[in-house]
């Protein structure tokens, strides 16, 4: 099992940046791939990054590809978010999550396929 923490939201303006980081306790984390997903009020959870374990083969979300990047530090049980370019479509609650699962193509994209959830971090992109 492990324990996902997030941190790193806030409120910030059109065009700034953010670093989002979710710290993971519990068994080994590089044995999870990790996903970031954001949800608004009244849509569906969203998946915006993946990254496998391996730290290799990484997925974006079309709206969000060259703006964010997803990256892990193995050595720290961290995985972050770096988002640049904010919009106000980017405004959301963000939410890190593991799975035991190797996932490629559109099974990333779902969130049922991953087994532990942060609790989110509010992210307010203000014009």
């Known amino acids: 099992q492990v324990q996902l923490v997030e941190s790193g939201g806030g409120l910030v303006q059109v065009g700034d940046s953010l670093k989002l980081s979710c710290a993971a306790s519990?068994?080994?984390?590089?044995?999870?791939?990790m996903g970031w997903f954001r949800q608004t009020p009244g849509k569906e959870r969203e998946c915006v990054a993946h990254?496998?374990?391996?730290?290799?083969?990484?997925y974006y979300e079309d709206s969000v590809k060259g703006r964010f990047t997803i990256s892990r530090d193995n050595a720290k049980n961290t995985v972050y978010l770096q988002m640049n370019s904010l919009k106000p479509e980017d405004t959301a609650v963000y939410y890190c999550a593991a799975t035991t699962r190797t996932l490629t193509g559109s099974d990333r994209l779902i969130g049922r396929n991953y087994d532990y959830w942060g609790q989110g971090t509010q992210v307010t992109v203000s014009s």
């Open positions: 519990g068994r080994s984390f590089n044995s999870y791939d």
């Open positions: 990254m496998w374990r391996s730290g290799t083969a990484t």
